[in-house]
Each structure stands twice: as structure tokens, then as C-alpha cells.
DNA sequence: CATGAATGAGACTTCATTCAT
DNA sequence: TATGAATGAAGTCTCATTCAT
């Protein structure tokens, strides 16, 4: 029936809350199966583990911003406005649904030890999208050829990643003013440098 | 005696080798002790708590950087060359002890559910102090004034953060070359951009 | 219609595989189900528990079994004989179904804790019957009159319980050629003696 | 000091008295702790699992048991008072402690799909021992030498078990008496037979 | 200072059973 | 009959912390 609930979704869409609050390693199964409103045991009648739920979160995500990414290169636009694209995709990503994004970033991301390990392939992915960007920039002659593009291309993302975390943490007003001044300034100095 | 050794100090580096190499949260405090050779009751003795360790480790190594930073300021250098000032000082940092600074950067600084929140203060510290280069370098004509002088001091961390973990991750070698090549690199992208 | 399978002995079926593999502590309800092809949910419609469905294993077999002990009994032919006939039935039907038998064996008769004691009363029944057996066997002069019959019957099922532990534990090979050897060993062990 | 209660022991002997009463598969390690009047974690500080208390209970016993049946066959005693000298250990192993007894008959011995598996060698080399009783015996001339001395020996095994067994079921009142006359019977059914 | 036994709360996971469809 | 989603109690094991010596 189409008016029926989809308890699978109900409880990713809770896992996002719950670990964006309280975080992977300090919330309990429990916590998400309430905050779902659902029996414990349903929890693991659709994920395997608490991991395994995580994992769900990032691959859903992670995917489609790895499609993004290509489907930037793959206009004829210029280099600058790819990565405008795709800085405007995360940026709208985090104003769309900022408690998935912190759960992405803060538990799986930049998580070395557990899951960005884990997710390693998937994450150097995304570098690779970004880094033939900047290939191609270079090789039209747009972006400079000195720069190494893989190394450009951490720049880049390690950029955005600490813009979104400093909202993450509060520490930066995250309004639509600023998410669209975000969007303009990081690809301003990616692109144009601090050098007068 | 100058030759008896320091419990204390020797638990915190074998902390170090252990948080670096199973992560906090996946460590035991039996596996401190081992690491150390100690009795498990002796790292109580000397700390509070599991936390109070990785509190310690952080504060220790974190307060020596905002002082170099402060330093880099100081001096009458151009402003680029006081990005590459720090920059050098973190690489460095990582080069010479490569697990305190993988346990820094993963276990507090990127942190932002645990630690990274405790220690927001003082990781802003650090922010504070680029920042306060990039304003010096704006007012002297050296740096585009159009530029967030706190955006920018957050792309640069961010940036430098990106390369170190590459090197966490070992997607990227980490040898003498590749460390000399990322700190002129890490500034040539953040001064020059990509543009040609 | 006769073409219809019945769905309540496929289950049956089922469960002595899986306990006869997994053994019934370590086996859940889902792998019955999975064996038997069927939805989870009909098993609890043809039976009220997990346990029900190994209580209607045994009894349908054992009930078979005391038949078969006072059947031999009824006959007319010499004690011995009517032993050699029980140890028959007892090896012939682990020939014809070893896993139904290793499940009754492991998993009842065996399980002083748990179904063994459930049971008690029905597997006393087989001891009485062979007990019978000796004790005409003592009457007319063929068994000696100094051992306890009830003694006797005991020591004659723990020796074919064995000989059947061996086999499910794969220690002795079970070929037809075993079998038959098995089934005259038993009864000339018992009867015999091992004096020369 | 002297006086010092030895814990690991204090739990091996408290697990002995639960196993026996609630069966190894039903009893819970709260209820180890509770009647050992230990803190629950302490069962895990002396030993890895609850298998792992089952298994050392075995193995402590078991060993000793197989020595004793390796003694027997030592001494230059006539064959039938060998096997006698072993049930008669057997039997006063039990007299001694049921509660442990039982709980390595019904929990190990006994129980082909869990324990009884792992420990194979262990309870075959009580097999070998009282096997080899039987062929010196027929190498001797004392016993006959058409009967296959493993299958024998599994045959001797399998009815002492049988008798023990029953007062573990309680179906045969276990006292003074009983044990003594058990012993007896048990060899002369199994050198004598049943015949006259 | 040093040791490591002792404590016990806590969390994950399992799975028999129920129930709505 | 048949299905499989939903429930929730139960139990094992972990491990930070305390404490007696």
C-alpha cells in the first residue's frame, strides 16, 4: 500500500538524528529504535549490526555526491564553475539535510580509524572526480600546470570539509547568507589565491 | 636519579603508539598499560581517565603549535612566508612523530562529536593565529582584501589537514621529498590559486 | 488431494536435518523454516513451540520403538534372539534415518537437563520391555538368575547407545558391512561375556 | 598468605553446583557469580567464556580419570579386577562429587553436537585406555578373542555411563549400597554375560 | 609508587514468539 | 493456510574505574 510506512527508512531517518546528536560510539541501538519509535529488535531485522546502518547513511549519500561530481567535469563549462558546482552541491547537501552531512563527515569521513578506512575507495573517488577537473583546467590552459591536480584536488576538498565543519561546530552562523557566500569565497580562493 | 625513567611520560607515549594505532575508542587502558610494560593500576595513578590521557597528549603538542604560529607572526617576514613557516612546523610536527599527530588530528581534532567539541577553544586558538597572518598580510597591500580573513585561515588548516591525512591513510607517500614538495605546494595553493 | 504436500510433515522433515546439524540449542526456528522452504510464521502454525516440534519427533519415533521391544518379547523364540531383534531394530533404523536417530539420541534421550527428563516416563518404557525380555529369559533358565534384570536392560541400551555415538561422532565408519557386524557384537558382548 | 581464598577456584566449584542444577545451556553467568559471591566480572577476569569454565571443569577431571584407567592396565592384576578398579574409580568419582559428574557426563560426554565434539580426543583416549585393558586380556587367554576389543571397550564405557546416568535421572536411589553393588554387577555383566 | 584483582553498569546482538494481513 | 514484519526479553561479554595490599 502506498500509505504504508516504510519502517527501513523510518529508521535510517532517525539513526541520522540520533548520531548527529549524540554521535556514533556514544548512542545506543536503543536510542535510534526510539527516537524511530519502533521495537529494538526491528532494527535488526533490516541492518545486520549499528555499523551496518552507518554504512547504509554513507553509501546512499556518498554515491550520488560521487555523480555530482562527474556529471560537473562532464559539461562543457568552465573549470571555475565545475568546482562551483560542486562546492554548491555539498554546501546544499549540508543546508538540505545538515544533520546527515555531520554524520557523514564527522563519523565516516574523517573518521581514519574506523570508517573512513573502511571507506577508503569510495571517499578517494570523490578526489578523483575532483582531481580531473583540474585536470582538464590545466590541460585547456584555465588553471596553472605548476600545481599537482590530485593535490589540488585535497585542497579542495579538505577546504570544504572544514568550512561545513566549522557550521558543524557552531562556530560560524550557518544562515542562507551564508551558505551562498560559502559557496562564492571557497572557490574564490581555490581558484584566485590570497595573493593580491 | 636522571636515569630513572618517567612512568608517567612512558605511558603517554605508549598511549600515543596505542591510540595511533587501534584508535581511542577501540582501545583498551589494559592495552595502554602493556604497551607501557606497567601495571594496569598505574596509569590511574597517573591519570584521572582514559580521556585525561588523550586530554594531556592534545594539550601538550597543541599549545607548542599556536605558539609557533604566534611566532611565525611575529617576525617581519612577507606573509607567505610565514604560511610556510607554519605549514613546515606541522609537517614537521608529523614527520618527527608521525602517531602523536595521527592521534591529534583523528581522535580530537576531527572529532567534532567528543573531543574536538572539549577542545573547541583552543583549536580556534590556532585559527585565530593564521588568521591574524592573513589580516597582517591584507593590510600590508600583500594579500586581496576581499578574502574572509577567518575563511581563509580555515581553507589553509583545512588544507594542511587534508595532506596530513592522506599520509594517515598512507593513500600518499610519506618520505622526505613528499614532505618537502607539500609545504611549498600547500602555500603555493593557497597564495597563488589555481588560476593562471 | 493426494498430490498436496503436507506442509506440517515437510517441516518435520526439516527439523530433523537442522537439529540433526546445528543441534537444537544452536539452531533457531528460521533455519527450520529456511530448510523446510517454508514462511517462518507456518511453523508456529502447526506447531506451539520449537521444543513441540522435537517432542513430536521423538515420540513418534520412540512409540515405534517400545512396540518393536514388546513385540520381540511376544515372540516365542529364545531370549537371545529377541535381543538380536531390538539391536536390529535399533541399527536399522539409524541405517534408514541417522539423522532422526542422532537427534533423538543427542538431543532427548541424552539430555538429563532438558527433554531427558521431559521424557523420562517413555524412555523408562523401553528399559522396562527389555528388562521383561530378561527377566523371561531368567525364568526359563536361559539368562542367569544372580544380575538384576532392570541392571541388565540398562547395561544392554547404554551399550547400543554407544555403538550409535560412535557412529554420529564419526568415529567408526557406518557401512552396511558395520551394521550387520554391530548387530550380532551387541548381543554376543552382552550374552556372552567377554570371559573365555 | 595461605588463607587467601583462591577465586578462580571459588567460581570453578559454584559453576560445578549451577551446571549440575540448571544445565550448562540454561544457566546464565550472573547465576555462576551469584552462587560463587563473586562480582560478575570477575568470571570473565578468570576465564574467557562460559565454555571456557566447562572446559577446564572437564579437563581437570577428565585427565585424571584416564590416568587412572592407564594405572589400571599397569599393574599385573587379572583383567576382569582392571576393569573393576575402573568402575570402581568411576563410580566413586561420582559417590564423591555427582554434581560434577554429571555435569561431565551430561554436559560433555554426552552431548555429541557441542562439547562432546570438541573434546573428542580427550574422551577417545579413555576408549584407548580401557581397549588396551581388553586386548592384553585376550592376549592373555583370560578374555575371548572373537569380541573386538574397541567395540568392547565402548561397550564397557557406554554401560557404565548407562548406571550413572540413572541416578543422575534419579531413577535408581544413589547410596552406599548401590554404588558398591554397582560396581560388581557392571563387571560380571560385562566379563560374565548373560548367559547361563 | 606500584600491582592487578575486583567491581558492576552498560551495550550489542539474538531469537522465540506474536500478530496483522 | 500462509507470510514475514514486529516485538522485546534475555544473556554474553566488555571494560573503565576502584581498591586493598
Redesign the interface.
Known amino acids: 500500500m502506498s500509505t504504508a510506512v516504510d519502517k527501513r527508512r523510518v529508521i535510517l531517518d532517525a539513526a541520522v538524528r540520533v548520531f548527529a546528536r549524540?554521535?556514533?560510539?556514544?548512542c545506543r541501538v536503543a536510542d535510534i529504535a526510539d527516537e524511530a519509535g519502533v521495537a529494538y529488535g526491528l532494527v535488526y531485522h533490516y541492518f545486520a549490526s549499528k555499523e551496518a546502518i552507518l554504512d547504509t547513511l554513507f553509501l546512499e549519500r556518498w554515491d550520488v555526491m560521487v555523480a555530482a561530481i562527474a556529471e560537473a567535469d562532464a559539461s562543457s563549462r568552465p573549470?571555475?564553475e565545475k568546482l562551483h558546482a560542486i562546492a554548491s552541491f555539498i554546501v546544499d547537501s549540508y543546508r538540505h539535510d545538515p544533520d546527515l552531512m555531520?554524520v557523514i563527515?564527522?563519523?565516516v569521513t574523517?573518521?581514519?580509524?574506523?570508517f573512513?578506512?573502511t571507506h577508503?575507495d569510495k571517499i578517494?573517488q570523490a578526489f578523483d572526480g575532483i582531481a580531473a577537473i583540474?585536470e582538464h583546467?590545466q590541460r585547456d590552459?584555465?588553471?596553472?600546470?605548476?600545481?599537482?591536480a590530485r593535490?589540488?584536488a585535497?585542497?579542495f576538498?579538505?577546504?570544504?570539509?572544514?568550512?561545513l565543519?566549522?557550521w558543524?561546530?557552531g562556530?560560524v552562523p550557518a544562515d542562507a547568507a551564508g551558505f551562498e557566500h560559502?559557496k562564492s569565497?571557497?572557490v574564490?580562493?581555490?581558484?584566485?589565491?590570497?595573493?593580491?
Open positions: 549524540q554521535g556514533f560510539h556514544t573549470p571555475r555531520k563527515i564527522v563519523e574523517r573518521a581514519a580509524n574506523t573512513g578506512r577508503l578517494m583540474v583546467g590552459g584555465i588553471f596553472r600546470s605548476e600545481v599537482d593535490f589540488a585535497q585542497a576538498y579538505g577546504l570544504i570539509e572544514q568550512v565543519t566549522q558543524i561546530f562556530n560559502a569565497e571557497l574564490d580562493i581555490i581558484c584566485g589565491g590570497l595573493d593580491a
